[in-house]
């Protein structure tokens, strides 16, 4: 078993400069987490704390109810992924899939068994004989990945490690480090700037933002229920639209238009009467009908959908949608939104 | 541990010398590279000893030339060994076991000649050019070059003959599995 408990970690750096603040996460075993965020929003730090590269300023780390806190990284049973594949040019994929095993004087034997083995999880075996230099950049990342399957760690580590891959690649790597979950069923915490790796990939999410942890849950309720303007905002794309409107007499309004509430929006933000909010619409729940106006400046086909950029009045707002558009700019579209989410303007939490 | 992790690296039950074999396929023979390394220093000592001491006009006259040039294509010799035989190149494992023995007989030639041979620059009545303790010196080290080279030579040829063997195997089956769909 491989239970991670991360207990109110705090990374304070010696120039007082506080990178993480009391991150409380519970990781049960065989799970994968995935922390997201914009850069320098504390996320590779907290990775490199579980991995030992960094001090725990405050909290405890516990793998398997052994507190690991103050280990030395070599004694932690953790594997990690980096962005830069960090191989050693010089040696074969076999040698540096074998290396870490050697220095551990292991058995050859039990080497060789397995490197073969995890070559063959992850479709390198014709590669054994070449040096990095020779392999294209998810090749490079499948050796990094299989030199961290050798060891049989508890927990596997990844620090954003589709990076440095093309669109098309990444989307075949993540479909691999999916499967590969799958196969090792194996505990495994991902660093990530991109949603999409983090709604695909994820068991749950954490997304952080300027060292905090502003939601824990799932790909779903991160995407349905945003706790905050921040979750709300980040995850999704296109981005959602923010509108600030006044809830008056039963309606949305701002200076462009006026949105009719359902009879539950009512009753919850019934506090809020007369008061501004934050309102959030994303641009798949932006319908082609309605009495909202949008004049539009741009139309991006996307295949399955279009992407129509326009303005309603001061607010510019995004539309995504289905099928093929032609609209060009100066038309005019009648929108209307078929699902709203409402912010307190003050505390940016998501109004329930 | 859950099942499906520790199912991971299983692979089919196979005996420990198949497996050595194997190995061979990923691993290059540092082994006998390393032995040839360390046959070059050997050898390196020798011919550092024998211009180091006072040879008199005798080996300027014969020998010297002759030997700085052998000694380089020696060591460009061993070096290429070194490199082939890593690869499992059975020809460079001959050349090594060769090198070996020309290191055997070289101890009858500048060292025994020079040890037999009287120095007309030394004071003493009957010194000869080498004397005993140099020559016990490095005849050693062209001993040691040479057991390490023929050494080498020799694991060389065993592994590359079993490897070649066991590509053969290998195909072999693959061309059976083949086949029989």
């Known amino acids: 078993m491989s239970d991670l408990k991360l207990q109110h970690l705090e990374k304070i750096y010696d120039n007082k400069v506080q990178a993480v603040y009391d991150f409380d996460l519970d990781v049960k075993d065989g799970e994968l987490i995935v922390l997201v965020g914009p850069s320098g929003c504390g996320k590779s730090t907290t990775l490199r704390m579980v991995a030992g590269l960094e001090d725990i300023s405050k909290g405890k780390f516990i793998i398997d109810g052994k507190d690991v806190t103050r280990m030395p990284p070599k004694d932690r049973d953790i594997a990690m992924v980096f962005q830069n594949y960090a191989l050693y040019s010089h040696m074969t994929i076999y040698e540096n899939m074998a290396f870490s095993l050697m220095l551990r004087k292991e058995n050859k034997n039990e080497i060789h068994q397995k490197v073969l083995a995890a070559a063959e999880i992850l479709d390198l075996t014709s590669q054994l004989n070449k040096k990095p230099g020779q392999l294209s950049g998810g090749q490079r990342q499948r050796v990094a990945m299989g030199r961290a399957i050798v060891r049989r760690p508890k927990v596997f580590l990844f620090d954003e490690p589709l990076s440095n891959l093309d669109a098309k690649l990444r989307s075949a790597t993540r479909r691999e480090i999916l499967l590969l979950h799958k196969r090792l069923n194996a505990t495994m915490l991902y660093v990530t700037h991109d949603q999409t790796e983090a709604l695909t990939l994820a068991d749950r999410i954490v997304c952080m933002s300027m060292g905090h942890v502003q939601q824990i849950g799932t790909p779903l309720e991160l995407y349905d229920t945003p706790a905050n303007l921040f979750v709300a905002s980040f995850i999704g794309l296109p981005p959602m639209n923010l509108f600030d409107v006044e809830i008056s007499d039963g309606q949305a309004i701002n200076s462009d238009f006026a949105v009719d509430l359902t009879a539950e929006e009512k009753e919850r933000l019934a506090p809020y009467e007369g008061k501004v909010v934050t309102m959030g619409v994303r641009p798949e729940n932006v319908v082609e009908r309605g009495n909202i106006t949008v004049n539009v400046f741009s139309n991006e086909n996307l295949g399955l959908n279009t992407l129509v950029n326009g303005t309603t009045g001061k607010h510019k707002i995004t539309c995504k949608f289905r099928g093929w558009c032609n609209y060009k700019a100066g038309d005019e579209v009648k929108v209307s939104f078929d699902r709203k989410h409402f912010f307190d303007k003050e505390t940016t939490n998501a109004i329930r | ?181």
């Open chain 2, 1 to 181: 541990m859950p099942l499906a992790r520790e199912g991971v690296c299983d692979m089919p039950v196979r005996n420990d010398a198949e497996i050595r074999k194997d190995r061979l396929r990923f691993t290059k023979n540092k082994l006998s590279a390393n032995l040839i390394i360390f046959a070059i220093v050997a050898n390196a000592l020798y011919f550092v000893s024998i211009y180091s001491s006072d040879v008199g006009s005798y080996y300027y006259k014969l020998f010297i030339g002759g030997s700085i040039v052998y000694n380089l294509v020696f060591m460009l010799a061993a070096f290429l060994s070194s490199e082939g035989i890593k690869n499992y190149k059975l020809g460079y494992a001959c050349s090594s076991v060769v090198l070996g023995i020309l290191q055997i007989c070289r101890i009858f030639y500048i060292p025994m000649k020079a040890h037999k041979a009287a120095n007309p620059v030394a004071d003493a009545k009957n010194a000869t050019v080498m004397g005993s303790g140099q020559f016990r010196y490095v005849s050693f080290c062209l001993i040691v070059s040479a057991v390490l080279l023929i050494a080498a030579g020799i694991i060389g040829f065993m592994k590359t003959t079993t490897l070649n063997s066991y590509l053969a195997e290998l195909e072999r089956k693959g061309q059976e599995g083949t086949d029989d769909e």
